[in-house]
């Protein structure tokens, strides 16, 4: 099983550009979500999907769009990047949506906005 | 709303020493609490979870966590820390409401070990 993956590792955008960060699981998780990680506040909460077509608004949403048209992928699509978007962006999955089973994380995507 | 908050940002310690790292939430529903564990340049693994039941959980490389609902407390512990320990480590909750379950960490503890 490959879990979670995410691509690219590593991304370098200038102001204004668009892109997307992908995020696929194999393991027919229902529950989705996309973590921001930056120094001294930990992970916080960007979107996240309950299933394929259900996607919502988490603590940062502002600056990002997903869609969830398949059970096994959910992209992170950045629309106008600016530099307070340098971080690392970790893609998540868990079979409840309560995460009680415990949630999968991908190797995430250093991604830097100049 | 709720909430989680881990009391200490660094936690210096020397090897086979034991340590404590404090994590306090706040909620008005019922949770889920767990610890994460991220080594440098790695995604976040699962260490421990409490559900119900017991509220002393064991995990994963001799970590254990006790659940205290009277002081809203999951401290995560270790008789015995190795250097390969050193990682940062995230306390969070996951409930339930409506039909959605969502999953908030606190700010992250960085142990470091030492020889």
């Known amino acids: 099983n490959a879990g979670v993956t995410q691509t690219p590792k590593f991304q370098v955008l200038k102001t204004g550009q668009s892109m997307t960060l992908q995020c696929a699981q194999d393991m027919n998780h229902e529950y989705m979500s996309w973590y921001r990680q930056d120094p001294g506040m930990g992970l916080r909460l960007i979107h996240y999907s309950v299933g394929a077509g259900i996607t919502d608004q988490g603590e940062v949403p502002n600056g990002y769009n997903v869609s969830r048209s398949t059970t096994e992928d959910f992209p992170l699509r950045l629309l106008s990047a600016a530099p307070s978007q340098t971080s690392v962006y970790f893609c998540?999955?868990?079979?409840?949506?309560?995460?009680?089973?415990?949630?999968?994380f991908g190797s995430g995507t250093r991604l830097t906005v100049v | 709303a709720q909430s989680v908050t881990q009391l200490d940002s660094q936690v210096p310690v020397f090897e086979e020493a034991p340590v404590e790292l404090r994590c306090n939430y706040s909620s008005s529903v019922s949770v889920y609490l767990f610890w994460y564990v991220q080594y440098p340049n790695q995604g976040l693994q699962l260490l421990l979870k409490?559900?119900?039941?017991?509220?002393l959980v064991k995990g994963i490389n001799g970590f254990e966590a006790e659940f205290n609902k009277s002081q809203t407390s999951f401290h995560l512990r270790k008789p015995s820390v190795h250097i390969s320990d050193t990682a940062e480590y995230f306390c969070a909750v996951s409930w339930f409401s409506g039909n959605t379950g969502k999953l908030i960490f606190g700010q992250g503890t960085t142990l470091q070990v030492k020889p």
């Open positions: 998540a999955s868990s079979y409840k949506r309560t995460g009680n089973y415990g949630y999968t």
């Open positions: 409490y559900l119900s039941g017991s509220t």
